[in-house]
T-cell receptor, first 112, second 112 residues
Framework: GQQLNQSPQSMFIQEGEDVSMNCTSS?????WLWYKQDPGEGPVLLIALYKAGELTSNGRLTAQFGITRKDSFLNISASIPSDVGIYFCAGRYGGSQGNLIFGKGTKLSVKP | NAGVTQTPKFQVLKTGQSMTLQCAQDMNHNSMYWYRQDPGMGLRLIYY???????DKGEVPNGYNVSRLNKREFSLRLESAAPSQTSVYFC???????????FGNGTRLTVT
């Protein structure tokens, strides 16, 4: 079946540092989504990408849809304590509503 | 605007008991989903409903049933709970194919 490899699994960084995480697959996707999950809450959409090569920003967050359609990355610039949480990528393939799979998450910790 | 509302927030069941997890959305979305989240496993799709009146199996449907009661509500039923069903369950909705998912805050279920 389809699989997404999300890395790194966890990051522990200093406040102010930039962060980069990515998702890769051997399969082609037609949509990439990036979510953030805070403890005890559901995932919240950060950025949606719909075209290969697309680069989209949301404040300090920037995400790109890889040109091969097999990968995506998320960058966070100048991290702050409230960036702490788990970040998930999700990729949609095929034409069915059920064809959306999630990476296993990147847990981000920020030291003030 | 509540978005996606899940009840209950927490539940403890004994093996063999049954229960229904409730989900309602007020965004007039066509599609609704049930996911389970386990440590290190990311989010896995149990069932989804692309539109009112239809339901389809996801990646891990065994042991579950669903009902799309109307456009707003999508319930998940465990007929005979097992310890392997201990998890956090998330309901989500989207306006349609290709649209991002919006998640509720989850139901934390423990089966002893």
């Amino acid at each position: 079946g389809q699989q997404l490899n999300q890395s790194p699994q966890s990051m522990f960084i200093q406040e102010g540092e930039d962060v980069s995480m990515n998702c890769t697959s051997s399969s082609i996707f037609n949509t990439w989504l990036w979510y953030k999950q805070d403890p005890g809450e559901g995932p919240v959409l950060l950025i949606a990408l719909y075209k290969a090569g697309e680069l989209t920003s949301n404040g300090r967050l920037t995400a790109q849809f890889g040109i091969t359609r097999k990968d995506s990355f998320l960058n966070i610039s100048a991290s702050i304590p409230s960036d702490v949480g788990i970040y998930f990528c999700a990729g949609r393939y095929g034409g069915s509503q059920g064809n959306l799979i999630f990476g296993k998450g990147t847990k981000l910790s920020v030291k003030p | 605007n509540a978005g996606v509302t899940q009840t209950p927030k927490f539940q403890v069941l004994k093996t063999g008991q049954s229960m229904t997890l409730q989900c309602a959305q007020d965004m007039n979305h066509n599609s609704m989903y049930w996911y389970r989240q386990d440590p290190g496993m990311g989010l896995r799709l149990i069932y989804y409903s692309a539109s009112e009146g239809t339901t389809d199996k996801g990646e891990v449907p065994n042991g579950y049933n669903v009902s799309r009661l109307n456009k707003r509500e999508f319930s998940l039923r465990l007929e005979s709970a097992a310890p392997s069903q201990t998890s956090v369950y998330f309901c989500a909705s989207s306006s349609g194919w290709g649209s991002p998912l919006h998640f509720g805050n989850g139901t934390r279920l423990t089966v002893t």
